[in-house]
Nanobody, 115 residues
């Protein structure tokens, strides 16, 4: 059974940094893409960053230049390094994997940017 478990969220002051981790257990076949979404209160879940099977990396305009997605296939782990955080980055962050048969989601980790 596949599980994605996020960690690393928390409270950070504006301008600060956080690194989110997503650890996967179980076998996922035919991975097409993996990455991070976020959902702020009262808003839809939106893509933050992803990396695809052809090696491309994509970022939302709002985080481009501030966030960096990375992965270690041997460790089945993915990270999201977030810098220069601002209150608009406050949200629940979800990691996901787009597999051949279905998508997999983590349970989410709260990131709050506030002074």
């Amino acid at each position: 059974q596949v599980q994605l478990v996020e960690s690393g969220g928390g409270l950070v002051q504006p301008g600060g940094s956080l690194r989110l981790s997503c650890a996967a257990s179980g076998k996922i076949y035919g991975i097409k893409a993996m990455g991070w979404y976020r959902q702020a209160p009262g808003k839809q879940r939106v893509l933050v960053a992803n990396t695809t099977s052809d090696g491309s990396t994509n970022y939302a305009d709002s985080v481009n230049g501030r966030f960096t997605i990375s992965r270690d296939n041997a460790k089945n782990t993915m990270w999201l390094q977030m810098s220069s955080l601002n209150p608009e980055d406050t949200a629940v962050y979800y990691c996901y994997v787009n597999g051949f048969w279905r998508d997999y989601w983590g349970q989410g980790t709260q990131v709050t940017v506030s002074s």
